[in-house]
């Protein structure tokens, strides 16, 4: 059987005051894969792969001790690439491997409190799960090729010569700010909803809720006025408590987003 040719791009560098945490990887459930990177990666780069698998993340130069985002179990038997936050237990992007391994190895289909998008390989190969959380705030893509899964936390590594625009999208990007659905800019690169997981095992391709929002605890307390004022002192608190946190050197993974422009100017 012919090994299967990936070829990604690197895209330009970022300015030097900024640090961009994505992971890639690609999967196939019978071909060896040949991964070719084409330019210079803008960061420093951690790479894992098997027969049939590859994992990629840019390294962080403000984690020195575990700045990729990529772990492999000792029995290379399992392997992943995190993105993001859990805080039962506390994990997060640049938490150690065992434990990351160790969360992601027991139960994925447990509930999840965080945001995160996760990509792990399992069986040696056989298996590949692919999860967002459960409000879809950490984006996962993917996209098919000749039967296996491409997948990254941004499409551009995923956009390819046979795709094209998807004007949909683009207009509700134009007209909304943002791209509604499970649509991407590209017509045949998706995005996984919300509080999903895309299992991928032989040929056969499953999308799965690991956990949904009818679900939830329906909650005693009407929101009014009163539990709005009471969120928003929550709020304050919490800034609060980290104002007064002194002797550390802490690093706040800010956005652009709504919740990250109120996080700073709150503090």
């Not at 060896?32 to 084409?38: D, I, K, T």
């Not at 130069?61 to 290379?76: F, I, K, N, R």
């Not at 919300?194 to 799965?208: C, E, H, P």
């Not at 307390?221 to 980290?242: K, N, Q, T, Y």
Request: one cysteine or more.
């Amino acid at each position: 059987m012919s090994a299967l040719r990936i070829g990604f791009s690197w895209p330009r560098p970022l300015p030097e005051s900024l640090t961009d945490n994505f992971f890639l990887g690609a999967w196939h459930p019978q071909k060896e894969l040949s991964v070719r990177w084409r330019g210079e990666p803008p960061t420093r780069i951690a790479t894992l792969s098997g027969r049939n698998w590859t994992l990629a993340s840019a390294v962080s130069p403000l984690h020195p001790s575990q700045g990729a985002l990529v772990h492999e179990s000792t029995d290379s038997r399992t392997a992943l690439a995190f993105r993001g936050y859990v805080l039962t237990p506390a994990l997060h992007s640049y938490s150690a491997s065992r434990d990351m391994l160790g969360y992601w190895e027991r139960d994925p289909w447990r509930e999840h409190n965080g945001v995160f998008a996760v990509a792990r390989i399992a069986d040696d190969g056989a298996s590949l799960l692919l999860a967002t959380d459960l409000l879809g705030f950490a984006p996962l893509y993917y996209t098919r090729l000749d039967g296996g899964v491409i997948f990254s936390t941004n499409p551009r590594f995923l956009v390819s010569g046979d795709s094209s625009s998807d004007l949909l999208a683009w207009r509700g990007l134009l007209e909304s700010g943002f791209v509604a659905s499970e649509r991407s800019l590209r017509t045949g690169v998706h995005r996984l909803p919300a509080g999903k997981a895309l299992v991928a095992a032989g040929d056969s391709l499953r999308l799965s809720s690991w956990l949904e929002l009818d679900d939830l605890p329906k909650g005693e307390r009407p929101l009014d006025a009163a539990g709005i004022a009471d969120v928003e002192r929550v709020f304050h608190e919490a800034m609060d408590r980290c104002l007064a946190l002194t002797g550390l050197d802490v690093v706040l993974p800010l956005s652009s987003g709504h919740d990250s422009r109120r996080i700073l100017s709150s503090l």
